[in-house]
């Protein structure tokens, strides 16, 4: 397995305020750090450098994206206005929580450029798994928008070169926040499936029209979403897997998996209100390998970085269909609501399920 990386992708800086709003209030004392921080992907690096996993991965150098490769998801009047409000020399905020500076602009052609540059190794069989370890994150950027602290889609951009090579490709999101930016790329279209599995939470802005429902079905019905209800934990989660995605994504018969992973749908997440466990994304991680025979991923959310890094070393371990788990989870002691309230995931399943196409619908 390679893991793809560059250190301009710590340029970004999205600077701080209440949470990840603009603005200190007189009433703190000190100023919260943006949650999509350089500090994150250090220590996700840290953690598959130095972890138990670190002898079976290799490590290889990104690129930066030039803008043609840009122009292939994104209109060419927004990465325009988005170069110009990189320029500076102050921060910018595009919404009310996505926010760049003088750094933004090569951190954005880094996390593209290195996303890509995954999928090459993939397509061209130099490995079957390649994980870009990128920010900032994509998965909300659409194509004339950014949102959600996503500026490029990174997910969307190794799919449509996949597809432009004549592939059938399928991409699978499980960050806690839909993955709406690449549901906006791909809607009209039924060469590229796009599935997401995420906590049920609806539009919230201007740039964030979309509400991760299940009738939002695309073209053909290529587009699923899988909503949760709050507090659904790892075995919500495979459920999802195992009886909606992966049996559609078995008829859809990908040539390539893009994978969108976040961590913020985890137990101890600030920005999520799921449960899942280090245990969870292994479980995750084993059963796309087990899918797929070639599988890009680029990084999305997690923000308590200390246990999204855990999760995250969990998911490289069933990515490697490891036979053991490396690490202890210390905390993994929440109790998980879909165990306990099997019936509201049942609910939420079937929801997914009256309104998917006949021809992806799962056989029974």
Known sequence: MEIFWHEDCLEHDAGEGLWELAGTPEWLDEPERHPESAARLRTFRHALRHGPVAPHLTWREGRAATLDELATVHSVEYLERLREACAGPGRVALDANTVVGPGSWPAVLAAAGT???AARAVLDGRTRVA???VRPPGHHAQRASADGYCLVNNAALAAQAA???GLRVAVLDWDVH???GTQDVFFDRTDVLTASIHMRHGAWGPNHRQTGAPDEVGAGGRNINVELS??????AHLRALDEVVLPALRRFRPDLLVCASGFDGSAF?????????????REIGR???????????TQEGGYLRGYAALCLHALVEGLLRLPEPLLED???????DSEINPERTTADLAAVLTTMSGDLRPLV
Do not use: I, M, Q
């Not at 997440?269 to 994304?281: E, H, I, K, W």
């Not at 210390?330 to 998980?336: N, T, W």
């Open 115 to 117: 996303t890509l540059e």
């Open 131 to 133: 994980y870009a370890l």
């Open 163 to 165: 597809a432009s090579a």
């Open 178 to 180: 839909h993955g709406n």
């Open 230 to 235: 709050l507090g659904a934990g790892d075995a």
């Open 269 to 281: 997440d600030p920005n999520g209100r799921l449960s899942l466990t280090a245990s969870g994304y």
């Open 287 to 297: 059963r796309v390998a087990e899918f797929a025979d070639r599988v890009v991923l």
């Open 330 to 336: 210390p905390l993994a002691y929440l109790p998980d």
